[in-house]
Each structure stands twice: as C-alpha cells, then as structure tokens.
C-alpha cells in the first residue's frame, strides 16, 4: 500500500534552518511528483512548495520563495525540504504529499511534523 | 493567485444528515478541483480530483460536483467517522492554493 513517511522538525530560533525530510513506499517513486504542504495552528492549509517526477520543475508560494528548497534523490525515494532563514509565521505542522496521476491532486499524505520557529 | 472560498466555515449536523459544503475560484478552473478531509493529529486524506471522481476507498455517500468557478461537496448520511474539516483545493496553476475550510460538527 501507498505510504508517505515524514522525519525532521522540531524547534528552532528564527533565523536558523531546518530540514524535512519524507520517503515513498508502495508506488513508482520516481514517476511522481511531491509536495509540501503546511497548516498553522488554528488555520487552515497553505501549499508550499512542489516539484516534478524527475526533479527539473520546482515551485513555491511567494512567503517561501529564496528561502526553502525542495529537493529529491529518486534513487533513495526521498523527497526533502530545507528551510533556511527560518520567521514565526513558518511555524505549522509540514505535511509531505504525493502527486497523483491527476496534475496537482494530492493523494497520500504523510503524518506531519511540528515545525516551531522561536524568537 | 487563484483565491479558493468556501462557505460555510462550519456547521452543526446530525448523524445521518446531508451536507453541502459549497467552494467557489475567483477564476475559471475548469474541473481542477480537489477536496481533502482533515481530522485532527492524523494524515489529511484526499476525497475527490478531478471535481467529482472519488478517490480510491472513499465511500459513496461523498460526492463532488461543478467546474469553472463553482462546486460543491455532498456528504449524504453523514456517519460519525465523518465529522472533520474539509478543504477545497485547486490544482490547475501554481501555487495551489486552499479554501479555508469547513469544519463539520456534530
């Protein structure tokens, strides 16, 4: 069966870095896209960032842009996030999803991690 | 940026009960609509793409509907299991972006 599997976060000062990390199981790693999504204590969800099957596209909302950097090694079937630059307002529980065969429809999501940016 | 809004933010049912959670795109999107379900401290789990296909292993009491700017998601007799909060995505054009959510209570 389809898993996604998160490891990392944690607690961090503002103004460091943090990196994520999630592995695929039970499906063609390298033949999908993967993403990154978070959700803020007591709001809702907010994309942030995404790449293609093999890595050559990457995208990411505007708050993230020059500051995070996803990544992937099909090789390993791991998907990362490296956060740099680290404010409050990325604190959120980061949520790994997998693309399905459907552009931009997130069909497995992994079990998140806390992600808390300290002044 | 598409902006995702949906109405209402949240809502009493009953076991039972159906619900409509209506979701609306500032701009055409034809049926790259998705819904995911969110309860707390596990995995969100995705419901529809594609604007009303199901994905695999939900159950046929949800359905989904619309395209261009419009859709809703139906839960016919909601079970317990049910009650969470539901978000509307649109997957057309980066950044994806949400809706702010529904949350289902009892």
């Known amino acids: 069966q389809v898993q996604v599997v998160q490891s990392g976060g944690g607690v961090v000062q503002a103004g460091k870095s943090l990196r994520l990390s999630c592995t695929g199981s039970?499906?063609?790693?390298?033949?999908?896209?993967m993403h990154w999504v978070r959700q803020t204590p007591g709001k809702g969800l907010e994309w942030v960032a995404g790449l293609s099957y093999d890595g050559s596209n990457k995208y990411y909302v505007d708050s993230v842009k020059g500051r995070f950097t996803i990544s992937r090694d099909n090789s390993q079937k791991m998907v990362s996030l490296q956060m740099d630059s680290l404010r409050g307002e990325d604190t959120a529980v980061y949520y790994c999803?997998?693309?399905?065969?459907?552009?931009?429809?997130?069909?497995?999501w992994g079990q998140g991690a806390l992600v808390a940016v300290s002044s | 940026d598409v902006q995702m809004t949906q109405s209402p933010s949240s809502l009493s049912a009953s076991v039972g009960d159906r619900v409509v959670i209506t979701c609306r795109a500032n701009q055409d999107i034809k049926n790259f609509l998705a819904w995911v379900q969110v309860k707390p401290g596990t995995a969100p789990k995705s419901l529809i793409f594609a604007a009303s296909s199901r994905q695999n292993g939900v159950p046929s009491r949800f359905s989904g509907s619309g395209s261009g700017t419009e859709f809703t998601l139906t839960i016919t007799n909601v079970q317990p299991e049910d009650f969470a909060t539901y978000y509307c995505q649109q997957c057309g054009t980066y950044p994806l972006t949400f809706g702010g959510g529904t949350k289902v209570e009892i």
């Open positions: 999803a997998k693309e399905g065969g459907y552009r931009g429809h997130l069909d497995y």
């Open positions: 039970g499906f063609t790693f390298g033949n999908y896209g």
